[in-house]
């Protein structure tokens, strides 16, 4: 996939192309691994997509963020996700008891 074609996007369409990516990586690896193919140039082609998706969404944010500049205006209210806890803070607590 060409920049071009990436910022032509969605962003809706920039997250689903970036999960079939890694979707996509992760089944290469396994066949890979379990002997189904050899060939295993497509890895490098599918990693350099998902650095382009990412890099454009990022840009985006930047964009949004920064220069207050809204590429397209979202529709849809999408409720927040709530983020895992950091695993440092829990490390921590056990250290130094025996």
């Known amino acids: 996939m060409k920049t071009e074609e990436i910022r032509g996007l969605s962003e809706r369409q920039l997250r689903q192309s970036l999960e079939d990516n890694r979707q996509e990586l992760f089944n290469l690896r396994f066949q ?6 050899k060939n295993h140039q497509r890895i490098p082609v599918v990693k350099r997509d998902i650095a382009r998706i990412m890099t454009a969404l990022r840009e985006r944010e930047l964009m949004r963020q920064y220069a207050g500049i809204e590429l397209e205006p979202e529709f849809e209210s999408v409720a927040p996700t709530e983020e895992a806890p950091r695993r440092g803070l829990l490390g921590r607590l056990g250290r130094g008891r025996k």
């Open 32 to 37: 890979i691994a379990t002997r189904k193919i």
